[in-house]
């Protein structure tokens, strides 16, 4: 009795076993005859490259691509190799031309200033820094505190926002994007900024106290501030009062013709009237007498 059980039991593991083994052969058959062709051919990176990081050999790889090739994906290492790392790539992400600073650019912070744009350096401390959490990527706004020209009239120190939503490039020699905000403290700080903001930055370095303000990236609206001054916090108003001028000159216009004046007659006095006196002649014999006389003596 125990040997046909025996019997039973070793036929029947026989059995599972060829058919696990017939079921094996056709999963792997299936997997074979599915599996996709190569579409083409990719350049990843072999290793996790940081921001500024001249690209060599060892740094990529090309690898047969099954799916649909990303847009901007290089195809040759050739591609890539001597260009500088403008965005971090992880290891084993398709290497893009966007991710690449332009050939010739070479790598470090000038790879990542974009055209057209300028890095200005900014001297900070504990606190202008807001303690060290000012890190490559975020987003600042930048205050000035001084004395106006010609004086604050009595409103003491005048503080207002210079620039919003600046790009912080580098913190430090740093460029690497702090995902666990650790505070480092830094001497120095790179804002991205246009050639015309960096004539501001510079001039307001020198002249003035800056301090940089912490903001949320996402948040990018531009907030028109009026500015404040010491007399403000012990009198409670908000902004500077707005200073006097004075009114400016009427333009010019064209000069309104005069009439021309009026010719002034001269009074000419009326001349004299002239009397011819009247002659009468008498003759007497031989005598010849005349008499003359003005024409009004006969009315008397």
Do not use: C, H
């Amino acid at each position: 009795m125990n040997k046909r059980l025996l019997s039973v039991l070793a036929f029947a593991l026989v059995i599972s076993a060829v058919a696990s083994w017939v079921l094996y052969r056709l999963i792997v058959t299936k997997l074979s005859t599915s599996a996709k062709p190569a579409i083409a051919q990719v350049v990843v990176a072999s290793r996790n490259l940081e921001i500024g990081t001249l690209l060599k050999d060892s740094d990529v790889k090309t690898v047969d691509w099954n799916d649909p090739e990303p847009k901007g994906a290089l195809g040759a290492g050739s591609d890539a190799i001597g260009r500088g790392v403008v965005a971090t790539i992880y290891e084993g992400e398709p290497i893009l031309e966007t991710r690449l600073a332009a050939k010739g650019a070479g790598g470090g912070l000038a790879a990542t200033i974009p055209p057209g744009m300028r890095a200005v350096s900014i001297r900070v401390n504990d606190v202008g820094g807001v303690s060290g959490f000012v890190r490559p990527g975020a987003r600042v706004d930048v205050l000035i505190a001084g004395t106006p020209p010609g004086g604050s009239n009595g409103l003491g120190t005048v503080s207002k926002t210079l620039l919003q939503n600046m790009e912080v490039l580098s913190a430090g020699q740093d460029m690497q994007k702090d995902a666990e905000g650790k505070p480092v403290s830094v001497p120095v700080v790179n804002l991205l900024v246009t050639p015309q903001q960096a004539e501001t930055l510079s001039l307001a370095s020198s002249e003035m106290r800056i301090q940089l303000v912490l903001r949320n990236p996402l948040d990018t609206q531009t907030v028109t501030t009026p500015g404040t001054a010491v007399s403000n916090l012990f009198t409670g108003e908000t902004g500077l009062p707005q200073q006097s001028r004075p009114p400016l000159p009427k333009p010019a216009g064209k000069p309104v013709a005069k009439a021309p004046p009026k010719p002034v007659v001269a009074q000419v006095a009326a001349p004299p009237k002239v009397v011819v006196p009247l002659t009468v002649e008498v003759i007497t014999g031989t005598t010849r007498a005349e008499t003359k006389f003005k024409p009004d003596e006969g009315k008397r």
